[in-house]
C-alpha cells in the first residue's frame, strides 16, 4: 500500500504539531513506523490520505460502537445542527441523555457531563476527596485514567507505549497522595487498605483494564475493593470510560455485579463526539457546585451536538440482540487470532471481554501490568506493520485493546483472520 500523501501531512504536521501528532499513541513510534493519516471513515472500515481502505479495529479508541457514520447518528447530528452547535446553557438534551445513563447503570443516580475521560476522572477523584475529607488515592499499574497530575503514575496507554513512568512538569507534591498497586492483586491491596484504608479518599480502577492491552479482573478482585472501602468509609470509583456501554449496556459493573460509588465514562455517551460524564449516589453527587462546595465547571459540557450523538447511539444499542450479535463477532475473531497464531507455532495470549480484545505476544497469562510488559514488543512491531500492509487497521501499540463493532460483519472478520494467519506465518520465518 502506498502511503505518500500520509507522510507528506505528517512531515507537515512535525512543523506545528509536537511530535506530528495530538495524541502521543498516534505516533507510532513504538511500532517503527509513520502514522496514517485517515481521510475518512465509513461502517468497519477508516480510508487513508492515499485512498487505502482498512478494517477497523480503533474505531476512535472505543466509541465507535456502531461503525463509522452510522445512519441514525449522522441523522441526529444534522437535525440538532438546525438549532445551533454550542449554548454555553441547559438543553433538554442534556436530560434526556442523563435521564438514558442513569436507568441503563442503577449505581448512577446523579451525573454531570464533562468533555473528556480526563475531566471525568479528574473531577470524580475531586469529588471523592472533597466528600470524604481525606486526600490519598489508590490506583493500579497500567491502568490510564488520563492526563490528571495526580494519576500519571505507572499509568498505561501512551505513558505506558512511550515507556515513561510518570511525566515531567507534575510536581512531587501532586502525586504523594497517590498509591499505585498491582492489578489484581488481592494480597497487596488488602494488605494496604488494613494499614491505610482510613486516610484513603477513593479506590479507582478500570473494571476490565483496557490501557494495558485487554487485561480482564480476576475473580474476587472487584468485589474484594468493594468489600474494603464499604469497611473504611472510602469510595469505590468504576472508570468505566473505555467499557461503559462497550461491555454490557449497564457497563462492566452490571456484568460483574459490583455498584461502585461514582462511575466516569466516556467515549460511546458522546456517539463519537467529545464526551466525558461522571456520576454516583445523590448524598456524593450532592456535594458537586452549585448544589455543594466541589467546584467543577465546563463551558462546553454538555453541548447539544454530543448530547445528541449520544442519544442516538444509546437507542441503537440498547434494542434487543445488540450485544449477544456484537458478542458473537468478537469471539468469531478472537478465536480465530488465538488458533491462527497455534497454528503458525506463535506463543499469543488472547482474552476478550464483550466486543473488547486483546493480543499479547506472550506464552503466559496476563493478570497485570508486569505480566503484560513482557510482551515481546518487536514481535508486535512486526505483525502491527503486516497486518496494517494486509489493510488491517489495529492500534499501534501493544498496550492497547481492540474494539469490534457492529458494521463488521463475519466476512471481514474472516479476512482479518486470514491477514493474521499470514503475518504469523511471515514472523515465524524471521524468527
Known amino acids: 500500500m502506498k502511503q505518500t500523501d500520509s507522510k507528506k501531512l ?21 511500532v517503527g513506523t ?15 490520505a492515499d485512498g487505502n481502505r482498512y478494517i477497523d479495529y480503533v474505531g476512535s479508541w472505543g466509541p465507535m460502537i456502531l461503525g463509522h457514520r452510522h445512519s441514525q447518528v449522522i441523522k441526529a447530528i444534522s437535525t440538532v445542527l438546525e438549532r445551533g452547535t ?66 500519571l503514575v505507572q499509568a498505561g496507554s501512551g505513558v505506558a507505549t512511550l515507556g515513561i513512568p510518570g511525566s515531567p512538569g507534575v510536581p512531587e507534591s501532586f502525586v504523594a497522595h497517590t498509591l499505585s498497586l498491582p492489578y489484581n492483586d488481592i494480597e497487596t491491596i488488602q494488605k494496604v487498605m488494613d494499614e491505610q484504608g482510613e486516610k484513603i479518599a477513593c479506590i479507582i480502577v478500570e473494571p476490565v483494564a483496557g490501557n494495558m492491552g485487554l487485561v480482564a479482573p480476576v475473580d474476587g478482585f472487584l468485589n474484594i475493593l468493594r468489600e474494603l472501602t464499604e469497611k473504611t468509609g472510602s469510595l469505590l470509583i468504576f472508570d468505566e470510560v473505555m467499557t461503559g456501554f462497550r461491555v454490557a449496556y449497564g457497563g ?23 464526551v466525558g460524564a461522571y456520576g454516583g449516589r445523590q448524598d456524593i453527587m450532592g456535594h458537586i457546585a452549585p448544589q455543594g462546595p466541589v467546584y467543577q465547571a465546563g463551558t462546553l459540557s454538555g453541548n ?5 450523538a449520544g442519544i442516538a447511539t444509546l437507542k ?44 499479547f505476544f506472550t506464552g503466559s497469562e496476563v493478570k497485570n501490568f508486569e505480566d503484560a510488559k513482557k510482551s515481546d514488543l518487536e514481535i508486535f512491531s512486526t ?6 500492509q494486509r489493510g488491517i487497521y489495529l492500534a499501534p501499540s501493544q498496550f492497547e485493546a481492540l474494539f469490534v463493532s457492529s458494521a463488521h460483519n463475519n466476512r471481514y472478520i474472516d479476512q482479518t483472520i486470514r491477514a493474521a494467519a499470514e503475518v504469523f506465518a511471515k514472523i515465524k520465518e524471521i524468527d
Open 10 to 30: 505528517f512531515q507537515q504536521a512535525l512543523n506545528v504539531i509536537p511530535g506530528g501528532v495530538n495524541s502521543p499513541v498516534r505516533a507510532c513510534r513504538s
Open 34 to 48: 509513520d502514522p496514517v493519516f485517515i481521510d475518512h471513515a465509513f461502517g468497519c472500515f477508516v480510508y487513508d
Open 86 to 151: 454550542s449554548f454555553g446553557a441547559p438543553t433538554d438534551l442534556e436530560i434526556e441523555l442523563a435521564e438514558m445513563v442513569i436507568a441503563a447503570i442503577p449505581s448512577m443516580e446523579m451525573i454531570r457531563v464533562v468533555n473528556s475521560g480526563t475531566e471525568a476522572t479528574m473531577s470524580a477523584i475531586r469529588l471523592a476527596r472533597g466528600f470524604t475529607g481525606r486526600d490519598r488515592i489508590i490506583k493500579f499499574d497500567g491502568c490510564y485514567h488520563g492526563h490528571a497530575d495526580t494519576l
Open 252 to 274: 462492566a459493573q452490571s456484568l460483574y455485579g459490583i455498584s461502585p460509588d461514582i462511575s466516569t465514562l466516556g467515549k460511546i455517551i458522546g456517539g463519537g463526539l467529545p
Open 304 to 308: 447539544p451536538v454530543a448530547m445528541a
Open 316 to 359: 441503537e444499542i440498547r434494542q434487543p440482540g445488540f450485544y449477544s450479535a456484537l458478542d458473537e463477532k468478537a469471539e468469531r475473531l478472537t478465536a480465530g487470532l488465538r488458533s491462527s497464531a497455534e497454528q503458525a507455532g506463535i506463543e499469543v495470549t488472547v482474552d476478550r471481554v464483550g466486543s473488547m480484545a486483546g493480543l
Open 383 to 388: 505483525y502491527y506493520q503486516g497486518m496494517l
